[in-house]
């Protein structure tokens, strides 16, 4: 079974730092991966996706991650916040081998506040 | 082009009672997915749709639980009786068929659902 692990259920950076939001996993497949972003009163949107192309992917907003399979993570990162990227942000996964199951396993979610 | 849609946006009902959430997914999506988030819970998914059939229900948690999706393009999930632990944001996702399984899933805003 897959299952997805945030660490940090809240995170908070001064506008114009680094932010970084911690994802692993657990497969025994590296699955796909996935990070989305809730605004308030919005629906989930996707950043970005891993599909094992590149390692390194970039995705809206200036967010990229990087897949570490030697690690099981796939940590956001973001070189300068902003106020607006003030938000919570999911790391997901689904299984890589077709077996007809498309459903996304989702960590806990992290909270991400940007200070002024 | 319109987003995932659902309504309501909120609901408050009483426990034993009957509530039935809708979604619209995007125009021309064959794939439609049920997700739900408890309070300060992960997101975990409920069940999957392909065009009118139940691809994947694995995930819906008994029979007081019931969706439909006649004709393959709304749907609707009905909780009777509602229960104190339904309570929690209910989400609605669609996706493409192009034949691989990283098509992205895009999600509605939620329907917030209170049991009383």
């Known amino acids: 079974a897959q299952s997805v692990t945030q660490l940090g259920s809240h995170v908070s950076v001064s506008e114009g730092a680094l932010v970084l939001l911690r994802c692993n996993y657990s497969?025994?497949?590296?699955?796909?991966l996935f990070w989305y972003v809730q605004y308030p009163n919005q629906g989930l949107q996707l950043l970005l996706k891993?599909?094992?192309?590149?390692?390194l992917v970039k995705g809206i907003n200036g967010f990229e991650a990087e897949f570490k399979k030697s690690e099981t993570s796939f940590h956001l990162t973001k070189p300068s916040a902003h106020m607006s990227d003030a938000a919570e942000y999911f790391c997901?996964?689904?299984?890589?081998?077709?077996?007809?199951?498309?459903?996304?396993?989702f960590g806990s979610g992290t909270r991400l506040q940007v200070q002024p | 082009e319109a987003g995932v849609t659902q309504f309501p946006s909120h609901s408050v009902i009483e426990k034993g009672q009957t509530v039935t959430l809708r979604c619209d997914p995007i125009?021309?999506?064959?794939?439609l997915y049920w997700y739900r988030r408890v309070m300060g819970k992960e997101i975990k998914f409920l069940l999957h749709?392909?065009?009118?059939?139940?691809?994947?229900e694995s995930g819906m948690p008994n029979n007081r639980f019931l969706a439909e999706r006649t004709g393959g393009t709304y749907s609707t999930l009905k909780v009777q009786p509602a229960e104190l632990e339904d309570s929690g944001v209910y989400f609605c996702a669609s996706s493409q068929d192009r034949g691989t399984f990283i098509d992205t899933q895009y999600f509605g805003p939620g329907t917030r659902l209170t049991v009383l």
């Open positions: 497969s025994s497949v590296p699955p796909y």
């Open positions: 749709f392909v065009k009118e059939s139940k691809q994947d």
């Open positions: 891993y599909t094992s192309a590149a390692t």
């Open positions: 125009s021309g999506h064959d794939n």
């Open positions: 997901a996964v689904s299984p890589r081998m077709d077996t007809g199951r498309r459903a996304l396993t």
